[in-house]
């Protein structure tokens, strides 16, 4: 691995970058100075915990798009190949594949996910699981189709499930962009994220907070 990471201006000196907390920015330096030559950081928990920082200052790197979070807990810098160009000669590829697999490259250099844009969601359909294959800067998709409140009612019902309704879960996911997980990543098996809520519910709270009124 290169122990020689660079920075480029045009991501470190833009209003959005210069605008986050400074604990933040310190928190992007020290992953970034810390990842491997694709960009991955296989701890940044550690990390954190290493300089002082607070899973807000992750959140904010996360939120602002400084950073890809996985649900394994790896995380990429985004714009890792604007910043750093590591010669042939001295490049070691990332041991995180299965993370590789679900990005792609931008004509501009920085990474993004193989999917749709979430804002896309109420006019088509969002792009989820991505096959494994080659990893060349283009991704192939499956594609997965945001489910509509009767779809997820009658899933509820198979499921004897009375606490909550599928406009419930629908309204819900609407307003969260259909992202789930401690990383907030796209949602790729509505059914499976159903079956979660319904698993982590308090049999204890009153069924009016989850039905329609």
Known sequence: ??????????????????????????????LAMRADDDGFVSGPKRIMKIIGAQNDDLKVLLSKRFIIGFESGIVVIKHWKIHNYIQKDRYHPSPYNDELKLLTTK???????????????????????VSLGKVSGTCTTTKFIKPTPEEVQSYLNSLNEKRFTGQYFCDKNDSTGWLVGRNRVPMKDWKATVRTWVSKQDDNKPKSQYKEM
Request: proline share 2%.
């Open 1 to 30: 691995m290169s122990k020689r990471r660079m920075f480029s201006l045009q991501i470190v000196d833009a209003d959005v970058f210069l605008e986050m907390p400074a604990t933040s920015q310190l928190l992007y330096f020290h």
């Open 107 to 129: 004509e501009n250099g920085s990474y993004t996910e193989c999917i749709q844009n979430v804002s896309e969601l109420d006019t088509e359909v969002r792009l989820g699981k």
